[in-house]
């Protein structure tokens, strides 16, 4: 799975990673259960702030298209 982000872009680094989870959960390519890379990951991944990344965890989840548990990580939602 690559996210990637572009700083030239005037969308909030935030948003780029969650539209681009979001548009891989509705292709079905991140199916229903299946959990999410690690916000280790996903900063590694993109180079961003930890903050950033769960800032974009935080506007899935507000979308209701994840969950999250504390120290396990985030799914998809069933």
Known sequence: MAITVDIKDPTPVYRQIAD????????????????LPSETTLVQETGVARTTVRHALEALRDKELIITAAARGS????
């Open 20 to 35: 681009q989870l979001e548009k891989m959960i509705r292709s079905g390519q991140l199916k229903p259960g299946e959990k």
């Open 75 to 78: 799914w998809v939602k069933e």
